[in-house]
């Protein structure tokens, strides 16, 4: 073939080609997806919408594993867990080993907590707010709180708090203020993003007093739980292969959050294996008589 006809077989091939392509670009393979219809959200709807799905969960159990980092940890960077949780207040959370021995069981009742680290038989109580300041571990466990709070439920918007609602691109963001006085909007105290395909909580702040961010929690890999507003007796649960077991799929949850401290002291990534809503659970799983002996 001379030069001259294989630059016309090249030129009738490149014509093909670009008709070809022409062509299918208008069929669906070459169509973008389709948009997923962004909901549209009140401060109202927001408010209420936490306060249905912090009701709609009375009791909680899971096994997570964790990821720890930070200075000067006493705890192994990996760990596995389990949770126990009764509303309002009651928490259990245990750590383990990966080879299963006992790291330490924390125990929340409203604002007390009981602390029992069992490699050096130590036991520490105190009132909630001063755990992170008083317990070698503290940080990481008051991390582990925020991060719970996914599986839990995001705490509702104390009633009477001042509320601002803020368009913040593909989300929504509810800025919480402290109450002043007169009903006056104090500073910010959380900030609470929600995506805008199903309105969940992907991520969270917690300030301090001159609005410097104290610690902050994300939200990922929702999955459906069996039906958590039957009659509390929680007869299934979702593992962590996606798989539901037992009754039909209800609310969704986030089987991984990753916490950080907002001085850069630690951070935290939990993920679920398992969670079961709503089950009896038995005084050894909580301990006798509310949390505390």
């Given at each position: 073939?001379?030069?001259?006809?294989?630059?016309?077989?090249?030129?009738?091939?490149?014509?093909?080609?670009?008709?070809?392509?022409?062509?299918?670009?208008?069929?669906?393979?070459?169509?973008?997806?389709?948009?997923?219809?962004?909901?549209?959200?009140?401060?109202?709807?927001?408010?209420?919408?936490?306060?249905?799905?912090?009701?709609?969960?009375?009791?909680?159990?899971?096994?997570?594993?964790?990821?720890?980092?930070?200075?000067?940890?006493?705890?192994?960077?990996?760990?596995?867990?389990?949770?126990?949780?009764?509303?309002?207040?009651?928490?259990?959370?245990?750590?383990?080993?990966?080879?299963?021995?006992?790291?330490?069981?924390?125990?929340?009742?409203?604002?007390?907590?009981?602390?029992?680290?069992?490699?050096?038989?130590?036991?520490?109580?105190?009132?909630?707010?001063?755990?992170?300041?008083?317990?070698p571990i503290g940080k990481p466990l008051e991390l582990s709180r925020l991060a719970l709070s996914g599986a839990i439920g995001t705490e509702p918007v104390a009633?009477?708090?001042?509320?601002?609602?803020?368009?913040?691109?593909?989300?929504?963001?509810?800025?919480?203020?402290?109450?002043?006085?007169?009903?006056?909007?104090?500073?910010?105290?959380?900030?609470?993003?929600?995506?805008?395909?199903n309105l969940f909580v992907v991520q969270e702040e917690r300030l301090g007093p001159d609005g410097t961010v104290r610690a902050s929690a994300t939200f990922e890999d929702f999955r459906p739980l069996p039906s958590a507003a039957g009659d509390g007796n929680g007869t299934?649960?979702?593992?962590?292969?996606?798989?539901?077991?037992?009754?039909?799929?209800?609310?969704?949850?986030?089987?991984?959050?990753?916490?950080?401290?907002?001085?850069?002291?630690?951070?935290?990534?939990?993920?679920?294996?398992?969670?079961?809503?709503?089950?009896?659970?038995?005084?050894?799983?909580?301990?006798?008589?509310?949390?505390?002996?």
């Amino acid at each position: 073939m001379t030069a001259k006809g294989l630059a016309q077989n090249l030129r009738l091939t490149f014509h093909f080609l670009l008709v070809t392509f022409y062509f299918l670009s208008g069929c669906a393979w070459f169509q973008p997806a389709p948009e997923m219809s962004l909901k549209q959200a009140t401060i109202e709807h927001l408010v209420a919408l936490l306060k249905e799905r912090d009701a709609a969960v009375r009791t909680v159990k899971g096994l997570f594993r964790a990821q720890v980092s930070g200075p000067g940890l006493l705890l192994s960077q990996r760990l596995e867990g389990a949770m126990y949780y009764r509303r309002p207040h009651a928490l259990r959370v245990q750590g383990f080993s990966p080879i299963g021995g006992p790291l330490f069981d924390l125990r929340l009742d409203d604002d007390r907590y009981r602390l029992r680290l069992p490699a050096s038989g130590k036991v520490y109580e105190g009132q909630v707010e001063q755990l992170s300041a008083t317990v070698p571990i503290g940080k990481p466990l008051e991390l582990s709180r925020l991060a719970l709070s996914g599986a839990i439920g995001t705490e509702p918007v104390a009633d009477g708090a001042p509320v601002e609602l803020v368009d913040d691109e593909d989300r929504y963001r509810l800025d919480v203020h402290e109450a002043g006085l007169n009903g006056a909007a104090g500073p910010v105290v959380r900030r609470i993003w929600f995506e805008r395909t199903n309105l969940f909580v992907v991520q969270e702040e917690r300030l301090g007093p001159d609005g410097t961010v104290r610690a902050s929690a994300t939200f990922e890999d929702f999955r459906p739980l069996p039906s958590a507003a039957g009659d509390g007796n929680g007869t299934g649960s979702v593992s962590d292969n996606g798989a539901e077991n037992g009754s039909r799929a209800g609310v969704m949850k986030p089987f991984k959050a990753t916490t950080k401290d907002g001085r850069g002291r630690g951070s935290l990534t939990l993920s679920f294996h398992e969670l079961v809503p709503n089950p009896t659970l038995t005084p050894e799983e909580l301990s006798q008589a509310g949390i505390l002996p």
